[in-house]
Antibody, heavy 116, light 108 residues
Framework: QVRLVQSGAEMKKPGASVKVSCKAS????????IHWVRQAPGQRLDWMGW????????KYSHKFQGRVTITRDTSASTVYMDLSSLRSEDTAMYYC?????????WGQGTLVAVSS | EIVLSQSPGTLSLSPGEGASLSCRTS???????LAWYQQKPGQAPRLLIY???SRATGIPDRFSGSGSGTDFTLTISRLEPEDFAVYFC?????????FGQGTKVDIK
């Protein structure tokens, strides 16, 4: 079945960068886009951006433009989300997800904690 | 971007009672790509309903979704103890994906 498996929790200091991976399986990686969404404590989910698995085209939320970079490695069926200039407000669960057919499949989430 | 507004913010009910949760969107959702999720503390969202009214695999039939256009409803016919959680809606038919702020269903 379609599955997205994310890398483990990260603890970072303010100003650092974090790179979270999302490995896809169970479908043709290049046929679908993968999105990144984050959820800060007590907040609604917030869409960050997406990458086309086939041609690598990306689109980012204006909120994160300039700080987020999404890349892919088709040979590994893996997408990466890089977030730079981290601040305490970036402490959140980060999820990758894909719109597969009629529904969305989610990764298990990666906790990124930013603290000095 | 499409704005999703959920109501009520909190629903206080007893086990065995029914619940009706609303999700209104600021524009029509393409292809009725509107999903409902359940989320418990520290857990990833659990897909309940997709495409407004289709129940996801393994979801009990006490959960049902309805609506189209800009007005959507999640109904839980008889609350079980494990149903007390936060529920949120998502539209994934238009870019960017957007989410409701959630309805908390807690025990009265």
């Amino acid at each position: 079945q379609v599955r997205l498996v994310q890398s483990g929790a990260e603890m970072k200091k303010p100003g650092a960068s974090v790179k979270v991976s999302c490995k896809a399986s169970g479908y043709t990686f290049t046929n679908y886009a993968i999105h990144w969404v984050r959820q800060a404590p007590g907040q609604r989910l917030d869409w960050m951006g997406w990458i086309n698995g086939g041609n690598g085209y990306t689109k980012y939320s204006h909120k994160f433009q300039g700080r987020v970079t999404i890349t892919r490695d088709t040979s590994a069926s893996t997408v990466y989300m890089d977030l730079s200039s981290l601040r305490s407000e970036d402490t959140a669960m980060y999820y990758c997800a894909t719109h597969y057919g009629d529904y969305v499949v989610w990764g298990q989430g990666t906790l990124v904690a930013v603290s000095s | 971007e499409i704005v999703l507004s959920q109501s009520p913010g909190t629903l206080s009910l007893s086990p065995g009672e029914g619940a009706s949760l609303s999700c209104r969107t600021s524009q029509n959702v393409n292809n009725n790509f509107l999903a409902w999720y359940q989320q418990k503390p520290g857990q990833a969202p659990r897909l309940l309903i997709y495409r407004a009214s289709s129940r996801a695999t393994g979801i009990p039939d006490r959960f049902s979704g309805s609506g189209s256009g800009t007005d959507f409803t999640l109904t839980i016919s008889r609350l079980e103890p494990e149903d007390f959680a936060v529920y949120f809606c998502q539209q994934y038919g238009n870019s960017p994906w957007t989410f409701g702020q959630g309805t908390k269903v807690d025990i009265k």
